[in-house]
Structures are given as C-alpha cells and as structure tokens.
C-alpha cells in the first residue's frame, strides 16, 4: 500500500503544472524553463547533472566538486553562505538549495528571483524532485530514467529478518559525541540498507551519550571519511566497541552518504554488502 501511495504520489508531482510550484517562501514558482540557475547547495548541484540540465547551471557553491565538469563553474560562495553580490552578477532566474538551510537563505527573500529549496528527508523525496527539476528544466524523459536507475538499483539490495538486522551507530563527529538518528536522513539510508540504528530519536542529529553508547554496544560502527582521520579507533570509548573489537567499521565517502542525491544508492549498496558480512 505504501509503494502504491508513493507512485501516485510521484504521478502526481509528475503532472503538476510548473506554474503550480511554490518557492521556499510559497511564493508562486511561474518560471516554466530556467535559463540561468544558480545551486547553493552540492546535492543539488549533482541533481542538475543527473538529469542533464548542466547547460543552464551558471553558478554553484565551493563544495560543489561532483562531478568533475561542476567545478568549472563560477563559484558563489562554500556552502552555507550566501553572497548576494555575487549571485546578483550572473543574473540567475531560479536559486536552488535545499530546505535545511533555512534561515541561511533568509538574504534572498528581498531578492525577486525565485529559491527554490528541495526537502528531501528520503530516497522517495529524491525522486520526486528530480522529476519536479526535470519538468522545469524540460528533462524530464532524463528525470525519469534517473529515477528508475535508482529504484532499480535499491530493488537489488539484499534483505533479510529484522531481527537479523545488525546494530549500527553513524559517527557524526567524536568530541562531543554526535549521531544520527533513525529520523535523519542518514537513518533512513543505514534502515533501507538493512541495518538497525541504535540512536532512537525525533531530533535528526544529536549528541549522544558515552553511556548510551558503551551500553548499546553496536555491531557495525559506520564513519565518514573526513571523520576517520581524526578519530583513533584503539582508544576508549571506541575500543570497547564490538564492531571496533571485531573490526566491523565501515568508512564511507561523506559525499556519497550525507548529500541527498542520486548517489545515495552507491552509500546503501556499500553499507548493504557491510551489513551483510557483519552477520557472518
């Protein structure tokens, strides 16, 4: 039932009139093919790529380094920022970005041009903007064929009992402790990919205890790249671990795992297969 709501709810946004759209400040989205768009944040960036509409992308943030051809475009600003000097000076018809940037965006309000920032707290909510980028944009026969590149590559994951299910912490950041919980969108990519988060939480990213986690004592520990090169792994708290004691540490590229975009089906099927021997 689920799957069935979800592929009316993407028939649905697939249909929508672009004019219909809304933009981060509900204002109405009337443009109906962007000439000049301006990406603030690298997700979205590689979004525009996916579906092959690069030719209009005229500006793009720092940390916009994927694919390769993204960082011969004029840059902006890092991510996170916004410089409205420079945005002005190439003239962008449509800014995207995405919705946990919130008040960051605050600047661009006084602006006329429309932001439009995606929410995408899920694999669905991916595809469903990559098809709403692709209408704008006139790509939507790419937008489509995207999309089903990911349903087809999260169909081949391999599933198994819950209860099979190994217990997984993410590593945030180390000092202080932080995680993300099951209601993150990392959580959402370590439960699709067949494991268990010991962080049960509503607040997406949060600190998290030394006690919490020595007492529940996961399987698989799964860190970032940038985050592994600061943290020794034979010191406690981690040394206590059972993944860290039986060498079950997964270090995952941050771009693949943390940016909401089509790549995220790479991060599953390598947290997937992880997942797979940590059982064995």
């Known amino acids: 039932m689920k799957r069935l709501f979800l592929a009316f709810l993407f028939l649905f946004s697939w249909l929508l009139p672009a004019q219909s759209l809304e933009d981060f400040w509900q204002r109405p989205l009337k443009i109906q093919q962007p000439q000049r768009i301006i990406s603030l944040s690298p997700a979205t960036t590689e979004m525009i790529y996916a579906i092959g509409a690069e030719s209009a992308l005229v500006g793009v943030t720092h940390d916009c380094n994927y694919p390769k051809a993204a960082q011969s475009k004029t840059r902006v600003g890092k991510f996170g920022e916004v410089n409205l000097e420079k945005i002005l000076k190439l003239k962008p018809d449509l800014i995207l970005a995405t919705s946990e940037m919130k008040q960051v965006l605050s600047p661009l309000k006084r602006l006329k041009i429309p932001v439009l920032a995606l929410n995408m707290p899920n694999t669905e909510a991916i595809e469903q903007q990559l098809l709403i980028l692709g209408q704008l944009t006139q790509k939507s026969t790419q937008a489509k064929a995207r999309v089903q590149q990911m349903q087809t590559a999260q169909k081949q994951l391999k599933q198994w009992p819950a209860a099979q299910a190994p217990r997984v912490f993410y590593l945030v950041w180390d000092r202080p402790l932080m995680s993300a919980s099951?209601?993150?969108?990392?959580?959402?990519?370590?439960?699709?990919?067949?494991?268990?988060?010991?962080?049960?939480?509503?607040?997406?990213?949060?600190?998290?205890?030394?006690?919490?986690?020595?007492?529940?004592?996961?399987?698989?520990?799964?860190?970032?790249?940038?985050?592994?090169?600061?943290?020794?792994?034979?010191?406690?708290?981690?040394?206590?671990?059972?993944?860290?004691?039986?060498?079950?540490?997964?270090?995952?590229?941050?771009?693949?795992?943390?940016?909401?975009?089509?790549?995220?089906?790479?991060?599953?099927?390598?947290?997937?297969?992880?997942?797979?021997?940590?059982?064995?």
């Open 182 to 280: 099951q209601s993150s969108f990392i959580g959402s990519l370590i439960q699709k990919s067949g494991g268990k988060n010991i962080v049960q939480s509503k607040t997406p990213f949060l600190h998290y205890s030394l006690e919490s986690l020595l007492k529940h004592n996961p399987q698989v520990l799964v860190i970032p790249q940038s985050v592994s090169k600061r943290v020794d792994l034979n010191k406690a708290p981690f040394n206590q671990l059972q993944a860290v004691k039986q060498n079950k540490v997964l270090i995952i590229n941050d771009d693949l795992i943390s940016r909401p975009g089509p790549r995220v089906t790479e991060a599953m099927h390598l947290m997937n297969q992880f997942f797979e021997q940590a059982q064995k």
